[in-house]
């Protein structure tokens, strides 16, 4: 069965570091997203992406943030000067289209820690 | 607003029995889904209910809408100790194409 993979599955970084997430949907997959999940706390919303473009983002998803599809199959999510309350894990989602009856398939996760 | 706040926060159960868990929402939604999370991992997609449907149904999973009063319940039938995990419902808001907005989630254990 597709499944959405991400790597790496754990990344440690030094406060101030950029670090890019990877992620690949699946494939006749047209929508995709990124979440985060602070230790404890629920998953929230970061940002959703179609055709090139941001089609909506959470007021999480500032200017440290960055989404981007590289090539046919990657998608990635970059924070550019890393804070020690970005430590979470980051789950990668994609789906076929938008709207009331479509699944989102999540990946297993990056977890991200800040020192 | 929050959305999609389940109760109870904790559940704990016997092989065999049932497990019931709430959700409530605050606004009009497109569809709720509900997800399981084991610890420290991904979420897995259990079911889908669209704001138009009543009841589902996939396996041991019974999953139920009421829109009027904005509330969902997910029952697991003849729990297993491999059902131990946390349990969440996301609901999409009828303004939004792809935002998911999770609740806090309902630990569930099951004892053998």
């Known amino acids: 069965e597709p499944e959405v993979t991400q790597t790496p599955s754990h990344q440690v970084t030094q406060m101030g570091q950029e670090v890019i997430l990877r992620c690949v949907p699946i494939s006749n997959h047209l929508y995709f997203y990124w979440y985060r999940q602070i230790l404890g706390q629920k998953v929230e919303f970061l940002v959703s992406?179609?055709?090139?473009?941001?089609?909506?983002k959470s007021e999480i998803f500032d200017d440290q943030f960055s989404v981007e599809r590289p090539d046919g199959s990657n998608f990635t999510l970059k924070i550019r000067s890393t804070k020690l309350e970005d430590s979470a894990m980051y789950f990668c989602a994609s789906s076929e289209a938008q709207g009331q009856g479509l699944t989102q398939f999540f990946g297993p996760g990056t977890r991200l820690t800040v020192l | 607003s929050q959305q999609g706040e389940e109760d109870p926060q904790a559940l704990s159960i016997q092989e065999g029995e049932n497990a019931t868990m709430n959700c409530s929402y605050k606004t009009s939604i497109n569809n709720l889904q509900w997800y399981r999370q084991n610890s420290g991992r991904g979420l897995v997609h259990l079911i889908l209910i669209r704001s138009n449907e009543r009841e589902k149904h996939s396996g041991r999973l019974r999953v139920t809408l009421d829109t009027s009063k904005k509330s969902s319940s997910l029952l697991i039938t003849a729990s297993r100790a491999a059902d131990t995990a946390s349990y969440f419902c996301?609901?999409?808001?009828?303004?939004?194409?792809?935002?998911?907005?999770f609740g806090a989630g309902t630990q569930v254990v099951v004892t053998p």
């Open positions: 992406f179609y055709n090139n473009e941001i089609s909506e």
């Open positions: 996301a609901t999409l808001k009828a303004d939004s194409w792809g935002k998911l907005q």
